[in-house]
């Protein structure tokens, strides 16, 4: 089977919801001149050695629970991807330079390997996304990643996303999948920097998809 067929469209019209969501930035934001609405766009990939199932011999295999079925959100092992498109609100972005210090307790100091941006508004494109049994919806988006200096934001990047396509970031959604947590994360952060990793999880401690490769592309939208 083809693994795109079980990625599963919103039951409203996708355009429709996209216009919607759009206007509603935009409303939101017209008192900001600097302030652009970007749609940045993630895609995750990883081949069939980056799930981590239970295997059948296993003592803890139970195909009537979906934490140990040996499938991932009701996915069988197999190299695949998948994209998701975010909305983000720029207004109020946070800004700190490569090579800026802190102090962190247990750490000491620290400098950052990369420039680091932060943005505090973002909203999945069509308001509901869906990956196999998972569903997540913008509420599930988390707003208090912690950046440098332990500052909070939904999403963290390595550039200025009105500018260019960033290559590292920083996000983390919590959805639904037959009575499980479905964690989608992409990015952990460190002190100084922010990694590569791409994560499908069946939190907590549940099956998983795992890989350290994923692609950005950011688009302004205009009104």
């Known amino acids: 089977m083809n693994i795109k067929s079980l990625i599963r469209p919103s039951k409203r019209s996708a355009r429709f919801a996209r216009l919607v969501l759009i206007l509603i930035f935009i409303l939101f934001t017209e008192h900001s001149a600097k302030a652009e609405i970007v749609e940045l766009s993630i895609t995750g990939y990883w081949s069939a050695g980056d799930i981590k199932i239970t295997d059948i011999t296993d003592k803890s295999y139970d195909p009537a629970n979906p934490k140990f079925d040996g499938k991932v959100f009701g996915i069988s092992p197999a190299a695949g991807n998948l994209n998701?498109?975010?909305?983000?609100?720029?207004?109020?972005?946070?800004?700190?330079?490569?090579?800026?210090?802190?102090?962190?307790?247990?750490?000491?100091?620290?400098?950052?390997?990369?420039?680091?941006?932060?943005?505090?508004?973002?909203?999945?494109?069509?308001?509901?996304?869906?990956?196999?049994?998972?569903?997540?919806?913008?509420?599930?988006?988390?707003?208090?990643?912690?950046?440098?200096?332990?500052?909070?934001?939904?999403?963290?990047?390595?550039?200025?996303?009105?500018?260019?396509?960033?290559?590292?970031?920083s996000f983390r959604m919590f959805g639904k999948a037959d009575g499980l947590t479905a964690d989608l994360f992409v990015g952990s952060r460190t002190y100084g920097s922010i990694g590569?990793?791409?994560?499908?999880?069946?939190?907590?401690?549940?099956?998983?998809?795992?890989?350290?490769?994923?692609?950005?592309?950011?688009?302004?939208?205009?009104?």
Do not use: C, M
Request: hydrophobic residues 35%.
């Open 84 to 169: 998701l498109q975010l909305l983000v609100n720029t207004d109020g972005s946070i800004f700190f330079p490569k090579g800026s210090q802190f102090t962190a307790n247990g750490v000491g100091t620290y400098s950052l390997k990369h420039d680091f941006y932060g943005y505090k508004e973002v909203g999945l494109v069509d308001g509901v996304y869906s990956f196999g049994s998972a569903v997540w919806r913008s509420d599930g988006i988390l707003a208090g990643l912690k950046g440098p200096d332990s500052v909070k934001a939904a999403l963290w990047t390595d550039v200025d996303i009105t500018k260019q396509d960033p290559t590292r970031l």
């Open 196 to 223: 590569r990793q791409f994560l499908l999880w069946e939190y907590y401690k549940g099956e998983e998809i795992r890989s350290i490769k994923y692609t950005t592309k950011s688009k302004i939208l205009r009104p």
